[in-house]
């Protein structure tokens, strides 16, 4: 609100939806009781508030009453209506323009680059396996978009993926390996990670032997993007070695949520934190519509990025450590027998208890 100014209050009203919730409650029992909070937010709107339930939309009398709340609210203001200071309308514009024009410069950039990997690229020399892991936060959609790539219509489960999935399938003559991965929390560091979801993220690069082709790094284009979020992925790729950057290309989902904008206004208007993600991927992104998935046009578009990026690290795969693995595999033997000796330690003492007490 304070991106509004101060004058916006004038002309506000708290709605409170979902009424049916309060059960036997008035709205004025549940703002008293909700805490300091929720009543300072009624008082800054001087007192003007409405609640709507939603499991009687065919009683109008509720929305004549809102009606009329809204009529007083005018009627206070004599008449007039809320206007953006002209000094904050300019700064906006001025920054949507700034903003249009990096995006531009962006767009072309990549068109070049694109097209100077193109002339690279021949027919014979397209790869005719691509393995590719997916990496990101929970719930932006990466198994979403191994299903777009795949072209699998089944409906997900909702499922949260625990454990690295090898998905294949082909596109063209193309054949692919897909590996999901599980995700972390949105903006917490590696550090606050469990240590079973790092090892799964490691673990990943040696189900797609001989190694992954590009690093898919999924990024919801529907949220913001800062500082926070940054670090806490790029602690997550430091995992899977050095040179994992070269290898990356960032993936936006949920791009019907951009509406007019391009992914390019989204990225040049979000922050410096995204600009330097996309910049550490080496200007490599692609933007999926998931209201769209029937278009194969946008997976071509993103398979022919992948092509780009493996023939820009000279047709190679990422090598990993070999010793990364070994370290895992060796703990989580070690986490097994400690687990077996733990269980068997309680079994005894689970017998032995109940031997006392039928002795007893």
Same mark, same amino acid.
């Not at 009424?19 to 008035?26: I, M, N, Q, S, V």
């Not at 995992?239 to 040049?268: K, M, N, P, Q």
């Not at 398979?303 to 990993?320: D, M, Q, R, Y």
């Given at each position: ?6 004058? &916006? ?63 007083? =609210? ?9 206007? &953006? ?35 690279? =690229? ?87 032997p001989p190694g992954p082709h590009v690093f898919l790094v999924v990024i919801d284009a529907d ?27 960032? &993936? ?109």
């Open positions: 609100m304070k991106l509004l100014g101060e004058r &916006v209050w004038r002309y506000t009203m708290v709605l409170f939806t979902c009424g049916d919730y309060l059960g036997g409650k008035t709205i004025e029992q549940h703002i008293e009781s909700e805490g300091d909070a929720l009543k300072w937010l009624i008082e800054r709107c001087k007192n003007r508030y409405h609640v709507i339930n939603n499991k009687e939309k065919s009683n109008s009398s509720q929305v004549t009453l809102l009606l009329q709340k809204i009529d007083e =609210i005018v009627s206070d203001n004599n008449g007039s209506y809320y206007e &953006v200071d002209e000094q904050t309308l300019t700064i906006i514009e001025k920054k949507q323009r700034e903003v249009a024009e990096r995006a531009e410069k962006r767009r072309r950039r990549a068109e070049e680059q694109r097209q100077q990997m193109t002339t690279l =690229i021949q027919e014979e020399m397209k790869p005719p396996t691509l393995n590719m892991i997916l990496l990101g936060s929970r719930n932006v959609g990466k198994t979403s978009v191994v299903n777009t790539i795949l072209g699998i219509k089944e409906q997900e489960d909702g499922k949260r993926t625990a454990h690295s999935v090898i998905r294949q399938g082909s596109v063209g003559k193309t054949e692919i390996t897909l590996v999901d991965t599980p995700g972390w929390w949105k903006g917490f560091p590696a550090f606050d990670t469990p240590e079973a979801i790092k090892e799964e993220l490691v673990r990943s690069m040696f189900l797609c949220a913001s993007f800062n500082a926070k979020h940054l670090d806490a992925l790029t602690t997550h790729m430091e995992l899977l070695g050095e040179g994992v950057w070269r290898h990356s290309l960032v &993936v936006f989902t949920r791009g019907d949520w951009l509406g007019s904008r391009s992914i390019e206004e989204y990225i040049e208007g979000e922050g410096e934190a995204l600009q330097s993600l996309v910049e550490q991927c080496g200007n490599r992104y692609h933007v999926i519509d998931n209201k769209n998935t029937d278009s194969g046009a946008q997976i071509t578009e993103l398979l022919e990025k992948i092509t780009a990026t493996v023939a820009g690290n000279s047709w190679g795969h990422f090598v990993p450590d070999e010793q990364k693995f070994k370290t895992i595999e060796d703990r989580r033997r070690r986490v097994e027998e400690r687990a077996r000796l733990r269980e068997s330690q309680v079994m005894a003492k689970r017998k032995t208890f109940r031997g006392t007490v039928w002795f007893r």
